[in-house]
């Protein structure tokens, strides 16, 4: 390979890694969502505890971002807007993905 | 119960920080919505245009000995942001700080007291805001802070103001490398005392900041695009903290 054309690659290579790396930082901090006066944030983790909860017990208690315990008293409206947020910000993570993906070498 | 954001604005010999500002407030009303308050001095309140959304108050004691990044710096007054706040929840905001979006909004709606962010990250990927190795304390970032006023938060902001007239005793006693003040170590200290010497809550994201080496070739009302190292590209729909004063004249 050409040293000039092993450059461009690395230069794509580069720009895409730098979108995506800021591309997930931006999701990440679109996560936070705030319910019932605390701070959540609508990852994975939340998700599944809030619907594991939610299958046997109609209000519970979790932790915010912060280790502080919250009252959950509406399981569905809360899981809800968990899925929500996630997926917005999933969502717009993906778009700018897939646009990356088209540009990697 | 009012709320509103607090800036402090303070001219330099080489940066225009009202033109910052000017920006800083225009995305504040366009995404926060809220009403502004603005701390200057006298000479750069004359700058000003008015603007129907915006108090200003204006002190002219202003500590002008301090610098950072080799340049004059007198953002110095923060400490006293209780005082100077007019609301009952109050985001301070460094005028560099760029609000795309309504996040902060939405972290006043909570019951903290007292929020503050904990990390930050370089947008350009080089790691050039870590500064783990240069105390003994993890920093904080002071570029933004949402307040309520209680007796506990009035608590932090004197222990600030004790910190500030006594900084050089602290920077020895926590061996921060970095003499001139700076808010972040002022409010990483004072939290670390008023915490017990243990942790304390936080905004739980980092700051995305564009270095001092960055170029700012664009902004508008979405983000703004951005030169570093001869890349070019472009972030939108997020807050951005920016330390290239050169943004003044983009």
Redo the contacts between chains.
């Keep these: 390979m050409e040293p000039l054309e092993l450059k461009k690659i690395s230069?794509i290579s580069?720009?895409a890694?730098?979108?995506k790396?800021?591309a997930l930082?931006?999701a990440?901090?679109?996560l936070?969502?705030?319910y019932n006066?605390?701070?959540f944030?609508a990852d994975a983790h939340t998700i599944c505890l809030t619907r594991t909860l939610a299958e046997t017990h109609k209000e519970f208690y979790m932790l915010d971002?912060?280790d502080?315990p919250v009252s959950i008293t509406d399981p569905q409206a809360f899981l809800a807007t968990l899925i929500a947020r996630n997926q917005s910000a999933l969502n717009?993570y993906h778009q700018l993905h897939q646009t990356l993906k088209n540009k990697k070498v | 119960m009012r709320r509103g954001v607090l800036l402090y604005c303070f001219n330099t010999p080489e940066t225009a920080y009202h033109r910052i500002a000017n920006r800083c407030v225009q995305l504040i009303e366009q995404n926060l919505k809220l009403p502004i308050t603005i701390v200057c001095d006298s000479s750069t309140l004359s700058q000003w245009q008015p603007r129907p959304n915006c108090d200003f108050v204006t002190i002219d004691e202003v500590d002008r000995t301090n610098t950072k990044l080799s340049k004059p710096w007198y953002n110095t007054e923060r400490h006293l942001a209780y005082d100077h706040s007019p609301y009952d929840h109050t985001v301070v905001m460094d005028v560099d700080y760029f609000c795309f979006t309504d996040k902060l909004l939405r972290l006043m709606d909570t019951d903290y007291d007292f929020l503050i962010h904990k990390n930050a990250h370089d947008v350009t990927d080089r790691n050039t805001l870590k500064y783990n190795r240069e105390s003994m304390l993890d920093l904080v970032w002071a570029t933004v802070l949402i307040f309520r006023k209680t007796d506990r938060v009035k608590k932090i902001f004197d222990t600030v103001r004790l910190i500030k007239n006594n900084y050089q005793h602290f920077c020895k006693l926590y061996r921060i490398s970095y003499s001139n003040f700076r808010n972040d170590y002022a409010f990483a200290i004072a939290l670390n005392q008023l915490s017990g010497f243990v942790d304390f809550d936080s905004i739980p994201e980092s700051i995305a900041t564009v270095p001092a080496d960055a170029d700012i070739l664009t902004v508008n009302n979405e983000g703004m695009t951005i030169s570093s190292m001869d890349k070019q590209f472009t972030l939108q729909h997020q807050d951005l903290h920016v330390l290239n004063k050169e943004i003044a004249d983009v």
């Design positions: 230069d580069f720009d890694n730098l979108q790396y800021n930082k931006k990440q901090s679109d936070i969502t705030v006066n605390h701070i944030r971002t912060n502080n717009t």
